[in-house]
């Protein structure tokens, strides 16, 4: 079904692009079909080693050895190995700009704010990077922060990675068994924590947590206290260094070790909702070039561009949003409640600092929306060129409502892929229109398609997110897994040889994705498979409704749907909103989405990172245990959910 378009960029927006400037230059070199999108894609996809060395060459990735082969096998996943004979440092390519220039801006809930120019921030990387060495910290030792998403976070990855180190960082929201179910698993030999942090007005110390954890980390040798609250006490720990004291002070050249293309430079892991987190190991050379294609040529990122991504440094777009550090562009971090003190405290935050990519999720454009927020009231935005979401479907509802509310002429980019390739299957594109509801198109060298459970790709119907061959940001491998078999079954044991998502998709045959949530939690009553999010955009658009939840119960040999809903205040549900909620999805989607049963719960539970958790829900319904709560911003709203159903 074609749906309307919402969008369109002007030929001069195209033809200033990087990705028209990138198309022009493979048309040219290699003669496509059709000079446009769709045919690059595919040129892409069926030339990969032809394409990711075009894009090492126009995104001049510093290297001190050149790769002697682009990839080994592009027919073989996983284990593909890629830009072999390459060495280069990731934090080297971040820190290439050293002008006055402004690097990073903080801001603070509470309007606080910092500023970083380029030279400053590498000389902050020379000083914390020269007190890793001092203690012992080189090639393939961990360092772990327990930090909020303040420069201090930044400097000190940047740190870890010049010296060949592996980063990997949690927000202090995560509970100590969240933190230790992580860390523990990838021994760090240092950690980086703040004294605390401020959320929604409210000043929380971190440092009790943080003596839980460490009291549970043998392997931690020295812990770096920031002191971002004003309430830091390094007595309370041994071998505490202050932030400020850390360091050699005096005026030096980062020594960037030159390592593999493959080494390892992040730890990420899955979000642990139904077992241990998976420790997700991912390569300096494969993050490094995926980002710089999804921020120079996708998102159109340039040195004279502000961007900004809601998010902590817990989830994978922390990671890629510094990224854009490789591009000069300057990089704003927030920290904090986004809605306080009030709902609009991003978006006038987006006017004062000229924001020109604005990334978030697509809950906090839900509750704008909710809130009645008129961003066009605040601001004309002149210079947001790009709105990108992710974390969920974003709605039909909400893509209107950023064109009706916010800005006409704004690249809505919808997009998605996960921590697990730290980056994008599928994502926006300034040579496209925005369509509603829909993701622009499939990423370059990506090659993602929609199969049916036979494995039969599928145009213009639902089937699962797959990609049928191998891309440079893939997992290097995951930790304590030396014959790969957790990795195997994460993502190969569906399709053989081919990557299986675990997302349940439409791609139109104009190539755009339209996503109905994650394929595990996929509703299959009478055997007919329903993505949640078709239903979610029809409730949570209902007046009466302020969240929800559906899951399918297994009953009498057959799936039954089931809708948890939270009401908002003074709202009770009765028959006649019953029978409202069973019309609007009757009407709206098809009788076979209509739930079975309708029920209210208190709360509706997520990730840390802002992700509704349909498999905990289908879970404790089941009478199974939720393995990983820590991993749940609200774990004790699963309890309602325990026998409400008998």
């Known amino acids: 079904m074609n749906q309307p378009i919402l969008w369109?960029?002007?030929?001069?927006?195209?033809?200033?692009?990087?990705?028209?400037?990138?198309?022009?230059?493979?048309?040219?070199?290699?003669?496509?079909?059709?000079?446009?999108?769709?045919?690059?894609?595919?040129?892409?996809?069926?030339?990969?080693?032809?394409?990711?060395?075009?894009?090492?060459?126009?995104?001049?990735?510093?290297?001190?050895?050149?790769?002697?082969?682009?990839?080994?096998?592009?027919?073989?996943?996983?284990g593909t190995n890629w830009f072999s004979g390459a060495k280069l440092n990731f934090a080297e390519n971040l820190l290439q700009y050293r002008s006055d220039k402004t690097a990073i801006i903080f801001r603070g809930e509470n309007g606080s704010e910092k500023r970083i120019s380029q030279r400053e921030l590498y000389n902050d990387v020379y000083r914390v990077a020269s007190g890793l060495k001092k203690l012992g910290v080189g090639i393939g030792d961990r360092v772990a922060a327990f930090m909020p998403n303040i420069p201090e976070t930044v400097i000190a990855m940047l740190a870890t990675a010049s010296v060949g180190a592996i980063w990997s960082s949690s927000s202090p929201d995560f509970g100590i068994k969240g933190v230790l179910d992580r860390f523990s698993q990838i021994e760090p030999k240092v950690i980086f924590a703040a004294d605390g942090y401020f959320y929604n007005g409210k000043q929380f110390d971190s440092q009790e947590k943080l003596r839980g954890i460490l009291e549970k980390l043998p392997t931690v040798q020295n812990v770096i206290l920031v002191d971002f609250t004003g309430k830091r006490d390094t007595t309370k720990f041994d071998n505490a260094i202050r932030w400020e004291h850390f360091g050699n002070h005096e005026a030096g050249e980062i020594h960037f070790e030159q390592l593999p293309f493959s080494h390892p430079l992040y730890i990420m892991y899955s979000s642990g909702t139904t077992g241990l987190p998976k420790s997700i190991v991912h390569s300096a050379g494969g993050t490094l070039i995926q980002h710089l294609k999804e921020l120079r040529l996708h998102c159109d990122l340039t040195p004279d561009d502000t961007i900004f991504y809601f998010t902590t440094c817990g989830w994978m777009m922390w990671n890629w949003v510094v990224s854009s550090l490789a591009v000069g562009s300057t990089l704003v971090l927030f920290d904090g409640n986004p809605f306080y003190p009030a709902p609009d405290a991003l978006l006038k935050m987006a006017d004062e600092l000229d924001i020109s990519i604005f990334g978030t999720s697509a809950k906090y454009i839900a509750s704008l929306e909710d809130?009645?927020?008129k961003p066009?009231?605040?601001?004309?935005?002149?210079?947001?060129?790009?709105i990108t979401s992710t974390g969920s479907p974003l709605t039909n509802e909400s893509f209107e409502y950023v064109y009706r509310e916010w800005k006409t002429d704004v690249q809505l980019s919808s997009i998605a892929g996960g921590t697990d390739i730290i980056s994008c299957f599928v994502l926006g594109n300034p040579?496209?229109?925005?369509?509603?509801?829909?993701?622009?198109?499939?990423?370059?060298?990506?090659?993602?398609?929609?199969?049916?459970?036979?494995?039969?790709?599928?145009?213009?119907e639902k089937g699962e997110l797959v990609c049928k061959k191998p891309f440079p940001s893939m997992p290097v491998y995951f930790w304590n897994d030396p014959d790969g078999a957790k990795y195997h079954k994460a993502y190969f044991e569906v399709y053989p040889n081919i990557w299986h998502h675990g997302d349940y998709v439409v791609i139109s045959e104009h190539g755009g994705v339209t996503m109905y949530g994650r394929s595990d939690a996929t509703l299959n009553p009478g055997g007919v498979r329903i993505g949640t999010a078709e239903i979610y955009s029809i409730v949570e658009n209902m007046d009466e409704i302020d969240d929800s939840v559906i899951v399918g119960?297994?009953?009498?040999?057959?799936?039954?749907?089931?809708?948890?809903?939270?009401?908002?205040?003074?709202?009770?549900l009765d028959e006649n909103l019953i029978k409202k909620i069973s019309t609007n999805i009757r009407s709206g989607c098809s009788p076979?989405?209509?739930?079975?049963?309708?029920?209210?719960?208190?709360?509706?539970?997520?990730?840390?990172?802002?992700?509704?958790v349909e498999v905990a829900v289908k879970k404790i319904i089941h009478g199974e245990e939720v393995q990983n709560r820590d991993a749940l911003r609200n774990p004790e709203c699963l309890e309602e959910f325990r026998g409400i159903l008998e």
């Open 8 to 78: 369109q960029p002007d030929e001069g927006r195209m033809k200033n692009s990087q990705m028209y400037e990138f198309l022009n230059l493979i048309d040219k070199k290699y003669h496509l079909h059709d000079s446009n999108y769709a045919a690059l894609h595919q040129w892409s996809v069926e030339n990969i080693a032809d394409f990711w060395m075009e894009f090492w060459d126009y995104a001049q990735i510093l290297n001190s050895h050149q790769y002697n082969q682009v990839v080994d096998d592009p027919s073989k996943m996983p």
């Open 371 to 373: 809130a009645g927020v």
């Open 376 to 386: 066009k009231q605040i601001s004309s935005f002149s210079k947001l060129k790009a």
């Open 431 to 460: 040579l496209l229109p925005v369509h509603t509801g829909e993701i622009q198109c499939r990423g370059l060298g990506m090659a993602v398609d929609c199969f049916d459970l036979s494995g039969k790709p599928l145009i213009g």
């Open 553 to 572: 119960q297994q009953w009498h040999g057959d799936e039954r749907v089931v809708l948890f809903i939270k009401l908002k205040s003074g709202i009770n």
């Open 592 to 612: 076979r989405h209509v739930p079975a049963i309708i029920k209210t719960v208190n709360d509706i539970p997520y990730t840390l990172n802002g992700k509704k």
